[in-house]
């Protein structure tokens, strides 16, 4: 009889040998039994060390280089195409996961029913806490946000310190079952990096699988680390919110979204 890990932890990486190392190290403080869970690294052909340091690991995780650098989403859906555990921990990189984190994250996981997912409390690398959850990406969103002060509508917050149910956690650290994947399916693989975590939280709110926030799980993160991007213009963001949103839509939020901090600069030069 062949023995499963409960979790599959999957790292997609691309030029991450500054981080990958403190990572996977990261891996052996756990305090769950290290039979219980499997690493599964994969490298979107990286031009650094990046597959040499994950295969010199002492943790030994699966190492799999794609032929070409497919995106964060096809690098995921690769892990779980090979991944047996009963969950799956989408994990950035540039991500250390304190120790007990992945224990609390598993033990809530198995405690509650239905779940679509679970994200642990982000912190930034000295310590402090890190926004890491926002509300859909919304024309009505992004009008409270700018124009009515509220400063949870739109773009990312940092909830209060307790477990809750929220929209959308970015996937730096973030927790799957098996069985959702199975319901809502995998990453979207048009979108090669942003709006894949945005995308996959609304299917999970259409199929009324929620997704909590559970701070007592701490995972330190370079916040912007993996993007490796000059500009923001030379990101992959704008096509990919053009591929959420549509043509039309995105257009009129961007419109929006202008419109409303050039409002707030008015009104900060009228204080």
Known sequence: MINHPTISVVIPAYNEEKYLGDCLE???SQSLHRSNYEVIVVD???ADASV?????HKIKPTVIRLATNAGFSAAVNHAISLATGEYYLFLNPDTV?????????LDFAKDTSPL?????????PDGKPQASVYKFPTITNAIKHYFFNCRTCFNKYLPDNRIQKIEVAVMAAFLVPRTTIGDVGSLDERFFLYYEDVEFCRR???????????PGAKVKH?????GHFKSHLASPLLASA???HGAFYSDVLNLILLLGQKWQQLAQKRK
Do not use: E
């Open 26 to 28: 990261s891996l052996k």
């Open 242 to 244: 053009r591929i959420y």
């Open 116 to 124: 679509g997912a679970v994200a642990p409390r982000l912190l930034n």
């Open 44 to 46: 979107n052909q990286s």
């Open 222 to 226: 370079v916040h912007g680390a993996s």
């Open 204 to 214: 999970l709110k259409a199929a009324k699988l929620p997704i909590y926030y559970l």
């Open 52 to 56: 040499d340091v994950a295969k010199k």
């Open 97 to 105: 996961v304190l120790p007990g984190a992945l224990k609390k994250l």
